[in-house]
């Protein structure tokens, strides 16, 4: 199980502010029970915050700094606003109503990727849906749903899509079950939109598209849909997604995310290749 835990804030700033005071910590040799003294507070407390699993306090930053003998103005000042971005709600908190806590984890990880690999066995991925199929989705997965609550849930859809054409996008790499393209929601022509949206997307810079195809048998990721983020950080590792009924797994470890990422590797080499995944869309969209 990841370190990874919900929060205010962004948690990929909290894991990385996290990481840096405990190098800084570390180059000192400074235990962390004289850290939690120096900030009035207890060992597990610096545990907590070299691990990203709590917001930080601008002040227990600062003295922090001091103490690990960190003088220089830039590198106090860049850590400093390292804190208060990490502090800052991004904008999927105005949606907290909606979302599980589990779930705004996901979305401030994706928000700060700068790769994301996902697996799809089911449902088109979340970036690449229609407003159309999207509503269908959410509204067979929770039929008792309001019709306004359902519509406040497809524009946080497609809010989340803007980031794929943002200055800061992430390369997307889908790879598609193709049931997941043969599985009818909303009617043939909410998937033929569907369909040709895919169609548009595999042209979009930064976005690649594959289809595993069904005579293709067994395969390496037959245990199900899964997601890996990676980020722009180096200090970062990448993290692996795994969304179920009601909760979610977030892996950093590198023995799981080695093996998730060589089944990614497998599903990309045995799946169709980005051309002939779009002429198996174009035959999909003519049929429907």
Known sequence: MSAIQPGGGSMVRRILLGSQLRRLRESKGITREDAGYSIRGSESKISRMELGR?????????DLLTLYGVTDETERAALLGLAREANAAGWWHSYSDLLPSWFQTYVGLEEA???????????????????????????????STPPEVVE????????????????????????????????????????????????????QPGVTIQVMPFHFGGHSAEGGAFSI?????????????LEQLTSALYLDKREDVDQYSQAME????????????????HRIAKEL
Do not use: N
């Open 266 to 281: 497998r599903l990309c080499v045995d799946s169709l290749q980005p051309d002939h995944a779009v002429k198996l869309l």
């Open 54 to 62: 709590v917001s930080f306090k601008e002040r227990d930053v600062a």
């Open 113 to 143: 990727a700068s790769l994301i690999r996902t697996y799809e066995v089911q449902f088109v991925p979340g970036l690449l849906q229609t407003e159309d199929y999207a509503r269908t989705v959410i509204q067979f997965g929770q039929p």
């Open 229 to 241: 983020l990676r980020f722009p950080e180096q200090d970062l590792p990448d993290v692996v997604y």
């Open 152 to 203: 406040r849930r497809v524009a946080l859809r497609m809010q989340r899509q803007k980031l794929l054409v943002s200055e800061r996008a992430p390369k997307l790499w889908a790879v598609i079950d193709e049931a997941a393209l043969r599985r009818t929601f909303g009617g043939r022509e909410v998937m033929r939109g569907q369909i040709e949206r895919l169609i548009e997307a595999a042209d």
